[in-house]
């Protein structure tokens, strides 16, 4: 677009200048063509001359060839040089530099509109000041010994100092000072071009801060951590990893990971292509030290990626679990023998009771019946504890079986329902149910959920005197939800979020009927998590209680 | 009419006392062994009705005793005693055709009214 609007103006002069040969020529012929004919009349000159004449004119283009194209080349290169500089004046003003022009003795002879950003005084302002106008008082010192370089003819380049704006703001500068001279190349005054890096600043701080925290933490970490490379060679080894495996930082960087024989479990570096690999969270698996032990370890990855997302490496974090997977083990075994252990005599004292009750060897009477009653409830009681202990242990150590089956569990629901529909009609509570009419198939283990029900509806009836016990369940699309809620004695607020911790037991009931073990709700919660559902709790003291639980359907 | 035999396998011998008065009060008569090898005996000389067999028992174990058994007779209800009732070993032992279980912790009498009912059917399978 400027090239064509160029070349009009440029033909434009053309035009110009060739109307004005054409007056010339037209002016200077007419002049000669008198003087010729005049002279001619006054016979002074010969014929030669006349022809002379005819010269002239044919020599006019070359004429104008030689005087008046150059000049009007002239003119239009001046405009050019005026238009460029104009030009850089304005990116010199639309820069977002501060671009500031001074004089050898410091003071401010050019201030663009970046400057005026930067800094926040207006060119009127500032224009006349000394520069040191702009430096705190502790940079003074600096700015003598810059001009000084600067009239020696050098450029100083990215000069990282500090400035004060006008609002009295500290702002971090990078400078680039550059002499000016005059045509003669004389030393004239001296261009400052200032840049604010303060955020810049920023970011490089709290990149430094990033980078110290990472490598505190790489050597604090009570776990190993070490990083792989695309190529799955280590390329970086905590004293952690030195301590659990054996091998030295020296002797672990470089190594590829498969090859590295410490460890057997090599789930990530099977994988020969990095992109393929999947991160690992609480995966547990053996290694093998370097003096021959084979650990357990706990282990974490992540991958890590380049500005574009691509995989670039792997870091990997894990901890020694050895220990605590024996002792654990420990406890499934002594909780599972002692449990079988104590249910043989406790069957043996329960049947013992039962057949004298049952009055099989002979007759009972009512005190000794009702003895016998209190010692058959109570070791009833205690074989509840030693199931549920069982449970809870199971629980705890993740080995609870989940069974995936598919049944439909609003009749499930009614089965529970009435199996306590005679007790409650006994303590004259209502036993409410709000149910859909079609049924719900979800996967699941229908004796864990049974379980839970019976828990959840168990702890309503020991804990309602009077009132009701409700139990609803809504199909939520993906999930079932079920609550069961009572107008029993409700929980204190501050109680309820450790409901569901075990040998919690909150309004123990005193008298007669059931004892609680405390661990109902864990039981219920752990059955419920296992199933990747949620169970929660809304109650008040004195008003009643409301347990919901969901379960997904797959 | 002559009361059914019943062989009890357990090697706890109160708890053998405690069934066999119940299962005497229930009207049957009870022969007991305490080990794999005297229930295998038992079982070929007295002819038992039903086998009520302990799983977890020093030597040969129950589920040995209920293979032995079943080799050679494979409709004689035999039910597994046992502590738990959710147990791998339930598994199995349904693999080798168990008729049912006895928890040890449960009402006993409830559980004999079961072990009736299973007797009642093998006779009734074996009268056609």
Known sequence: ?554 | MAKRKILVVDDEIDFLEMIRLRLEANNYSVITAMDGNEAIEKFKTENPAAVLLDILMPGMDGLDVLKKIRQTNSKIPVFIITAFSNEERFKLANKFNASGFIVKTNDLQREIQNITTAIGISEDFKGR
């Open chain 1, 1 to 554: 677009m400027k090239n064509r609007s160029t070349n009009k103006k440029v033909k434009s002069h053309t035009a110009a200048n060739l109307f004005i040969t054409l007056l010339f020529v037209v002016f200077i012929t007419d002049v000669v063509t008198n003087v010729i004919t005049d002279a001619f009349r006054l016979s002074i000159l010969p014929e030669s001359i006349v022809d002379g004449f005819l010269v002239i004119l044919l020599a006019y283009p070359s004429l104008y060839m030689l005087i008046f194209r150059p000049l009007s080349r002239e003119i239009a290169q001046r405009k050019a040089t005026e238009k460029e500089l104009r030009r850089l004046a304005a990116i010199v003003e639309s820069s977002d530099d501060a671009i500031i022009g001074k004089t050898l003795d410091g003071r401010i002879v050019t201030w663009n509109r970046g400057a005026e950003k930067i800094y926040g005084y207006t060119a009127d302002e500032i224009k006349g000041k000394p520069i040191s106008f702009l430096a705190p008082s502790e940079r003074f010192n600096e700015i003598p010994k810059l001009i000084d370089k600067v009239r020696h003819g050098e450029s100083i380049e990215h000069y990282e100092t500090i400035r004060r704006r006008k609002n009295g703001e500290m702002i971090d500068v990078s400078l680039t000072i550059s002499p000016i001279r005059d045509a003669s190349g004389n030393i004239t005054g001296a261009s400052t071009i200032s840049r604010d890096i303060t955020e810049h600043k920023i970011s490089e701080e709290l990149l430094r801060r990033a980078k110290e925290q990472a490598e505190l933490l790489f050597r604090i970490s009570p776990s190993a951590i070490f990083t792989l490379d695309s190529k799955m060679r280590i390329t970086e080894w905590n004293d952690r990893a030195t301590e659990i495996t054996g091998y030295s930082k020296e002797e672990a960087i470089g190594k590829v990971c498969t090859m590295f024989e410490a460890f057997l479990c090599s789930k990530e570096c099977a994988v020969h292509k990095i992109t393929d690999i999947k991160p690992v969270f609480g995966e547990e698996c053996p290694i093998r030290t370097k003096d021959g032990r084979t650990l357990t370890i706990l282990k974490n990855t992540g991958r890590l990626k380049d500005k574009n997302s691509n995989t670039i490496g792997i870091i990997e974090s894990f901890s020694d679990i050895t220990e605590r997977t024996r002792i654990e083990k420990l406890k499934d075994e002594f909780i599972s023998t002692v449990s079988h252990e104590l249910r043989t005599p406790l069957s043996i004292t329960k049947e013992g009771i039962s057949l004298v009750l049952d009055k099989i060897p002979g007759p009972v009477n009512e005190q000794q019946a009702k003895i016998l009653t209190v010692s058959k409830n109570n070791v009833d009681r205690l074989a509840r504890i030693i199931n549920s202990l069982l449970d809870i242990s199971r629980i705890e150590s993740g080995k609870i079986e989940v069974r995936k089956e598919a049944f439909e569990v609003i009749s499930v629901i009614r089965q529970v329902l009435a199996a306590f529909e005679l007790k409650t009609k006994e303590k004259s509570l209502t036993l409410r149910a709000d149910l859909p009419k079609e049924g719900i198939i979800i996967h699941g283990d229908m004796d864990a959920i049974t379980q839970v029900l019976t828990n959840l509806i168990g702890n309503s009836y020991k804990f309602t005197g009077k009132g009701f016990i409700e139990v609803k369940a809504k199909d939520k699309g993906d999930a079932v939800e079920i609550s069961v809620a009572d107008t029993g004695i409700g929980i204190a607020k501050e109680n309820i979020p450790k409901l569901f911790n075990k040998f919690q037991q909150f309004g123990r009931v005193t008298g007669p009927g059931e004892k609680g073990t405390g661990l109902g709700l864990a039981i219920a919660k752990g059955i419920v998590t296992a199933h990747k559902g949620r169970i929660w709790a809304e109650s008040e003291s004195g008003k009643g209680t409301k347990i919901t639980f969901t379960l997904p359907k797959i």
